[in-house]
């Protein structure tokens, strides 16, 4: 070999090292990238694994009362999480679940939960709220073990250690995903459309105003294992279901999504109704305004209101019932700037969405103006 010949042979080997050197840094690199990976999994996992428990009991991971599909299909999800994480649990309802919400579970090939009645000395995981007015029956005298929301605090109050996770975004189930995934913890097919379909009702298919990129994501990656090509026309048929009160009496409308707050010594009840456009609206308003009276007595709080809602193609339309005298003076008085009144609802036509606005804004009221 000529001298030229050596030269190249040299560069060649030089190059090839370098390659091999690159490739087993890159290699060490992803490994200890996987490792510190599944540290951090671990050590997210713990503090649930550790959750404290009587031996041979059941954690009921259960939502509020007037069960919607963020709160069923979270718990159900939940549910199976601490199952993989060593615990015996199981989801439950506070009440039967509503039209949306059964074509959810039956689109997923999953049973409804069964009715807990009386949460009086069980170990109780709460998802989707941490208030005892929405909660189920005998939860002051339940052992909580953690909490999953994504509303304010609540009037929840123990004196153990719990699980606590609040996040400012547009579906708990969209926390419960992330759970999954900062846990590694793999989701299966029915548990991913249980999911997706809460986080679609949740957020109004991604148009509501606490939408995050979380939630967003959440959609796009549990579409895919879920198997559904179409998230939209899967929020289309749900969002018929949601619209159809077909069977059901006025009361039973009003309750359907239905939640009781205290705020500064005063207990309110807000029911949520959907409606397909102004005229639908303004149908139901006027079905409100005449079971609203007879159905605040059945509660007991101190102010009760129906919010009947559009949510269709980018318009929100609010038509706020009062129940009676007092409910509308101190709603007037919170609300000023609504944009008419019919004589029947005080309507807003930038929407007054119960967790964003109705809620925080009553509060902040009250908490001025208390006993009102």
Sequence with gaps: MNNRTYRILGILLAAFLVGISYLAGKSGAENRLLKQQETLQMLNRSSVENMIVEEGKTIYVIGHKSPDSDTVCSAIAYARLLSMLGHEA????????NHETEYVLKQAGAESPEVLYDASGEYIFLVDHSEYAQAVEGLVDAHIV?????????????????????????????????????????????????????????????TG???????????????????????????????????????????????????EYEASGTTFGIGIVDAIDEE????????????????????NVDLMYASVGIR??????????????????????????FD????TSYIFRTGLGRKTKFVPGLTDYLGTHPHE
């Excluded at 975004?169 to 995903?177: C, E, F, K, N, R």
């Design 90 to 97: 199981q989801a439950v309802i506070s009440e039967p679940v």
């Design 146 to 206: 953690g909490v999953i929301d994504h509303h304010g605090v609540g009037t929840l109050s123990t004196g153990n250690q719990v699980v606590y996770e609040g996040r400012p975004i547009g579906s708990t189930a969209t926390i419960v995903w992330l759970d999954y995934l900062n846990y590694g913890l793999e989701i299966d097919q029915k548990t991913a459309f249980l999911l997706l379909g809460a986080v679609l009702s949740d957020t109004d298919n991604l």
């Design 209 to 259: 105003s606490t939408v995050t990129e979380a939630d967003r994501q959440a959609v796009r990656t549990l579409a895919v294992t879920a198997g559904v090509e179409d998230a939209n026309e899967l929020y289309a048929r749900m969002h018929e279901q949601k619209l159809s009160y077909e069977g059901m009496s006025s009361e039973q409308i009003l309750f359907h999504d239905y939640k």
């Design 280 to 299: 639908m609206a303004a149908e139901l308003a006027q079905r409100m305004k005449e079971v609203l009276p007879e159905a605040f007595g059945t509660r």
């Design 312 to 337: 269709e193609n980018g318009e929100k339309i609010d038509y706020i019932v009062p129940a009676n005298e007092l409910s509308e003076t101190v709603f007037k008085n919170a609300f000023p700037d």
């Design 340 to 343: 008419e009144y019919d004589g």
